[in-house]
């Protein structure tokens, strides 16, 4: 059992980090093997739109370092992903991630779109948001879970951290920090 963890967030010991952590935590418990990358310490371009992918799908043509994480993505069992709200939308990074994932689509039977990473991945979905109102991006999350259910078809487990003014406030949390090790836990099982 693999279990990759993305963080969207440029903040190494942030609160998105600190759940995706504890998340990986609860999945070793179970004895799964974990990984957490850090979106903002790779060399990687947006999407280019040279459609490449299209003729070859899950892969994509641009050689930096989502080529790796491109590779753990279709080889690990479990993937949780994480980033905080900035300026109401996902961090830059993670919108970069996101659309390099385009690649996972497979249009080439005119009118159909299936996703060619491998089915049956568990997913996690971690945000954290300055905003008290748990729901005050609920969008965002919306589109998130769209777009990750149709890559992967299977359940995902959503954590929503709100009013996270202080970096440090997941660490604190001892609920939160249960809550992330049982969705590790879950995703290893």
């Known amino acids: 059992m693999k279990v990759l963890a993305v963080n969207g967030s440029p903040r190494k010991n942030g609160n998105t980090a600190t759940m995706l952590r504890e998340i990986l935590s609860g999945a070793a418990e179970k004895g799964a093997k974990t990984r957490l990358v850090h979106l903002n310490d790779l060399t990687m371009k947006g999407c280019q739109g040279c459609l490449t992918c299209r003729e070859k799908p899950g892969e994509c043509a641009h050689k930096d370092d ?34 390099r994932c385009y690649c996972f689509i497979d249009n080439s039977e005119e009118g159909t779109y299936r996703s060619v990473l491998p089915g049956g991945k568990k997913l996690a979905l971690v945000t954290s948001q300055g905003n008290e109102d748990s729901q005050a991006y609920r969008h965002i999350i919306d589109y998130l879970l769209l777009l990750f259910s149709f890559l992967s078809g299977s359940s995902i487990e959503v954590i929503t951290q709100s009013g996270t003014e202080d970096k440090d406030s997941a660490r604190k949390d001892a609920s939160l920090v249960e809550r992330a090790r049982a969705v590790g836990r879950s995703l290893a099982s």
């Open 66 to 99: 989502f080529q790796g994480l491109l590779e753990e993505m279709k080889n690990c069992d479990a993937i949780a992903l994480g980033t905080p709200i900035y300026v109401f939308s996902v961090t830059g990074q993670f919108k970069c991630f996101l659309d």
